[in-house]
């Protein structure tokens, strides 16, 4: 009955990979495992409109051609849901690498300015308020290219003849704790 | 059982009606909670693209302050569920990032040593309240109703790991056909919705939603159990349709909906009048299928 954390049982191991691009704090075996049987494509939905595949992107690594799968901006569309890393028969991170790759695409700005305002914006109203603000996002969001407003139109109309608009900031009392955790992240993984 | 809450951001805002659904399911079904005080955002699939440390620390907050309460973690939302485990799988196993992570944490003055117990809605209604109890509070059993469970990716990569089959998760068709639904099968019940891909790369997002909503698409509604996944079928159902070429009009509901629909509670109370895709259908599905069951049984009565 019920559920202990992590009951998860796969091969992934404790490692701390040397290699800079391996998420520092890898949980989990690295990309040279990989024997490219390509089931975290197969496993993946995005997999079709990505220039290279999660499977290509183990193999670049492998062949230390990881600017290329940086540059790609590939690592952009994986949505993070874990299928490919917990279907990996040889126990490889793979979700975790395609988190690394699409960090450092975002940082080294191969990706679209509008996704990079995404990410930008979303994280900033975590860090300002300690919760998704929606309103406030949406501002952040298109201030700088108000016409992508108008394909949003419906949507916005919808959301907003529903209820489902929250234009009060979401109040959390250890809000300035919370943001002092984003500024001590970025020091520790000595981001800017 | 003492739990206390985690809403998440999806299902305070664009999701409202996930959360009124669920406070008045659950209150139906006489479960107690408090709300977690003080929680904060998981980082959705965003955090991890932005920090390694964050996509761990933010969830992990939550999972402190759990511990703190000493008392199981219930949530609701898929996705947050997934960071929260992968946070609890993550600063357990590697002593380097929980320590960084700790030292996040100490910045809002709280720690994590890894012993909360964390559960999903799914688990708590099946296994904590029962299957039994919930048929008890039936009183409109959803007759006829063709229902399509979608159980997201999220769920079977590590939430049904914790209490169902990880690949053919059956949890969710359980609970629903207890409701009376006639449960509807499907090859994508646990493929991605995209998450947010809807809002950062609209023509990726819409196209997965639309592979879901046609395979699917024979049912009279689909179900989530995730608030994230609520807002993007619901939602995008026309850029859906546009790509893949059809028009798309699938009620998609939440499970406590449903739930409170079978209980017989008050449409204003499950919200389901903030659904994007109507959902006003139903109710006369069920109620022809109700005309037809009863019929079937008069017809079957002994003389």
Same mark, same amino acid.
């Given at each position: 009955?019920?559920?202990?954390?992590?009951?998860?049982?796969?091969?992934?191991?404790?490692?701390?990979?040397?290699?800079?691009?391996?998420?520092?704090?890898?949980?989990?075996?690295?990309? #040279?495992?990989?024997?490219?049987?390509?089931?975290?494509?197969?496993?993946?939905?995005?997999?079709?409109?990505?220039?290279?595949?999660?499977?290509?992107?183990?193999?670049?690594?492998?062949?230390?051609?990881?600017?290329?799968?940086?540059? #790609?901006?590939?690592?952009?569309?994986?949505?993070?849901?874990? #299928?490919?890393?917990?279907?990996?028969?040889?126990?490889?991170?793979?979700?975790?690498?395609?988190?690394?790759?699409?960090?450092?695409?975002?940082?080294?700005?191969?990706?679209?300015?509008?996704?990079?305002?995404?990410?930008?914006?979303?994280?900033?109203?975590?860090?300002?308020?300690?919760?998704?603000?929606?309103?406030?996002?949406?501002?952040?969001?298109?201030?700088?290219?108000?016409?992508?407003?108008? #394909?949003?139109?419906?949507?916005?109309?919808?959301?907003?003849?529903?209820?489902?608009?929250?234009?009060?900031?979401?109040?959390?009392?250890?809000?300035?704790?919370?943001?002092?955790?984003?500024?001590?992240?970025?020091?520790?993984?000595?981001?800017? | 059982?003492?739990?206390?809450?985690?809403?998440?951001?999806?299902?305070?805002?664009?999701?409202?009606?996930?959360?009124?659904?669920?406070?008045?399911?659950?209150?139906?079904?006489?479960?107690?909670?408090?709300?977690?005080?003080?929680? $904060?955002?998981?980082?959705?699939?965003?955090?991890?693209?932005?920090?390694?440390?964050?996509?761990?620390?933010?969830?992990?907050? $939550?999972?402190?302050?759990?511990?703190?309460?000493? @008392?199981?973690?219930?949530?609701?939302?898929?996705?947050?569920?997934?960071?929260?485990?992968?946070?609890?799988?993550?600063?357990?196993?590697?002593?380097?990032?929980?320590?960084?992570?700790?030292?996040?944490?100490?910045?809002?003055?709280?720690?994590?040593?890894? !012993?909360?117990?964390?559960?999903?809605?799914?688990?708590?209604?099946?296994?904590?309240?029962?299957?039994?109890?919930?048929?008890?509070?039936?009183?409109?059993?959803?007759?006829?109703?063709?229902?399509?469970?979608?159980?997201?990716?999220?769920?079977?990569?590590?939430?049904?790991?914790?209490?169902?089959?990880?690949?053919?998760?059956?949890?969710?068709?359980?609970?629903?056909?207890?409701?009376?639904?006639?449960?509807?099968?499907?090859?994508?019940?646990?493929?991605?919705?995209?998450?947010?891909? @809807?809002?950062?790369?609209?023509?990726?997002?819409?196209?997965?939603?639309?592979?879901?909503?046609?395979?699917?698409?024979?049912?009279?509604?689909?179900?989530?159990?995730?608030?994230?996944?609520?807002?993007?079928? $619901?939602?995008?159902?026309?850029?859906?349709?546009?790509?893949?070429?059809?028009?798309?009009?699938?009620?998609?509901?939440?499970?406590?909906?449903?739930?409170?629909?079978?209980?017989?509670?008050? !449409? !204003?109370?499950?919200?389901?009048?903030?659904?994007?895709?109507?959902?006003?259908?139903?109710?006369?599905?069920?109620?022809?299928?109700?005309?037809?069951?009863?019929?079937?049984?008069?017809?079957?009565?002994?003389?």
């Amino acid at each position: 009955m019920g559920a202990q954390v992590s009951t998860v049982e796969k091969p992934w191991t404790l490692q701390t990979p040397e290699h800079v691009l391996a998420s520092r704090d890898l949980v989990g075996n690295d990309f #040279s495992l990989c024997y490219q049987c390509g089931l975290c494509t197969g496993s993946c939905r995005t997999a079709y409109a990505m220039k290279y595949t999660p499977r290509q992107i183990m193999n670049l690594l492998q062949l230390g051609r990881e600017d290329e799968a940086v540059a #790609s901006g590939s690592g952009l569309l994986c949505t993070a849901c874990y #299928s490919c890393m917990f279907r990996c028969p040889r126990g490889v991170a793979v979700t975790d690498l395609m988190g690394a790759i699409q960090r450092l695409s975002l940082h080294q700005k191969h990706a679209d300015p509008h996704i990079q305002r995404f990410y930008r914006a979303f994280m900033r109203t975590v860090e300002r308020h300690g919760r998704f603000h929606e309103a406030e996002f949406l501002v952040r969001y298109y201030a700088v290219n108000p016409l992508r407003l108008r #394909s949003e139109f419906r949507l916005g109309l919808m959301l907003l003849t529903k209820g489902k608009v929250v234009l009060k900031a979401p109040k959390v009392k250890s809000q300035k704790g919370i943001a002092a955790m984003f500024r001590k992240a970025a020091e520790i993984e000595g981001r800017p | 059982m003492k739990y206390v809450y985690y809403p998440g951001c999806s299902a305070s805002g664009t999701s409202k009606e996930a959360e009124e659904s669920l406070q008045a399911a659950m209150k139906a079904l006489g479960v107690e909670w408090t709300e977690l005080e003080d929680w $904060n955002c998981c980082g959705a699939a965003v955090a991890i693209g932005t920090s390694y440390l964050l996509s761990i620390a933010l969830p992990a907050r $939550n999972l402190a302050l759990a511990e703190r309460a000493e @008392s199981d973690l219930v949530t609701g939302c898929s996705r947050c569920f997934m960071n929260l485990i992968r946070a609890a799988h993550y600063t357990r196993k590697n002593a380097r990032v929980r320590e960084e992570v700790n030292e996040l944490l100490a910045e809002t003055g709280v720690q994590y040593s890894g !012993k909360g117990r964390l559960r999903h809605l799914l688990d708590v209604i099946i296994n904590d309240v029962g299957l039994d109890v919930v048929a008890e509070r039936v009183t409109r059993p959803l007759d006829g109703l063709r229902v399509a469970p979608y159980y997201g990716c999220c769920q079977g990569m590590w939430t049904y790991a914790q209490f169902d089959s990880v690949e053919d998760p059956h949890c969710f068709d359980q609970l629903l056909a207890t409701l009376g639904a006639e449960v509807v099968d499907y090859p994508l019940k646990t493929a991605c919705c995209g998450g947010t891909l @809807s809002m950062s790369r609209r023509s990726v997002g819409a196209n997965l939603i639309g592979d879901l909503l046609a395979a699917a698409g024979d049912a009279d509604c689909i179900v989530t159990a995730c608030p994230l996944c609520l807002f993007n079928l $619901n939602s995008f159902q026309g850029e859906a349709g546009r790509i893949k070429g059809t028009h798309f009009n699938i009620p998609v509901l939440f499970l406590t909906q449903v739930m409170g629909m079978a209980f017989g509670l008050p !449409k !204003k109370a499950l919200g389901l009048q903030r659904n994007a895709v109507p959902v006003d259908g139903l109710y006369e599905k069920i109620a022809a299928g109700a005309a037809v069951s009863s019929a079937a049984a008069g017809a079957s009565r002994p003389r």
